[in-house]
């Protein structure tokens, strides 16, 4: 098989996977040779691993996001303390950027405190909600078990009316 593009579709496979790469000359030689041995080119994470043993564009972190925004059971993400060094500054601008995108499409997302404001918002409306859903579960248990005062013809004091 040679490397042409119409026995292997390129035109079916996106042109970045391909993209060119900024190796040493003897390098790029030697990938050249490698892909006529074995008769197909190298994607541009392969060739990079080769080179560094380690690729960046993979679509790991975008993975990563995912899977932590995407995890709507857990607790938030706090993200209110300084970041340490300028990958995790990276990391909280996609979390920010793609959480957005995921919220405008309507997809449920994990809440993801960015500011102590959105964290102190958030936990003073789950206290009131909790509060909220306390009251209504006992209304709703006095009820089932027959002493909710509208069955009775009481007032919440206990006294009939």
């Given at each position: 098989?040679?490397?042409?593009?119409?026995?292997?579709?390129?035109?079916?496979?996106?042109?970045?996977?391909?993209?060119?790469?900024?190796?040493?000359?003897?390098?790029?030689?030697?990938?050249?040779?490698?892909?006529?041995?074995?008769?197909?080119?190298?994607?541009?994470?392969?060739?990079?691993?080769?080179?560094?043993?380690?690729?960046?564009?993979?679509?790991?972190?975008?993975?990563?996001?995912?899977?932590?925004?995407?995890?709507?059971?857990?607790?938030?993400?706090?993200?209110?303390?300084?970041?340490?060094?300028?990958?995790?500054?990276?990391?909280?601008?996609?979390?920010?950027?793609?959480?957005?995108?995921?919220?405008?499409?309507?997809?449920?997302?994990?809440?993801?405190?960015?500011?102590?404001?959105?964290?102190?918002?958030?936990?003073?409306?789950a206290e009131t909600g909790k509060q909220e859903k306390i009251q209504y579960r006992n209304l709703r248990r006095n009820?089932?078990?027959?002493?909710?005062?509208?069955?009775?013809?009481?007032?919440?004091?206990?006294?009939?009316?």
């Amino acid at each position: 098989m040679n490397l042409e593009s119409e026995e292997l579709n390129m035109e079916k496979i996106p042109e970045w996977i391909y993209a060119p790469t900024n190796f040493s000359p003897e390098l790029e030689k030697t990938f050249a040779a490698v892909e006529k041995a074995l008769g197909f080119k190298l994607f541009i994470w392969q060739k990079t691993f080769i080179a560094n043993t380690t690729y960046r564009r993979s679509g790991r972190t975008t993975a990563e996001i995912l899977r932590d925004l995407l995890n709507v059971s857990k607790p938030p993400l706090d993200y209110t303390k300084p970041v340490a060094d300028h990958m995790e500054r990276f990391y909280r601008e996609e979390t920010r950027e793609i959480k957005a995108k995921l919220d405008t499409a309507g997809i449920p997302t994990r809440t993801v405190f960015f500011s102590r404001q959105e964290k102190e918002k958030y936990y003073s409306e789950a206290e009131t909600g909790k509060q909220e859903k306390i009251q209504y579960r006992n209304l709703r248990r006095n009820t089932e078990r027959g002493y909710g005062y509208e069955k009775h013809g009481r007032n919440d004091t206990g006294k009939s009316f």
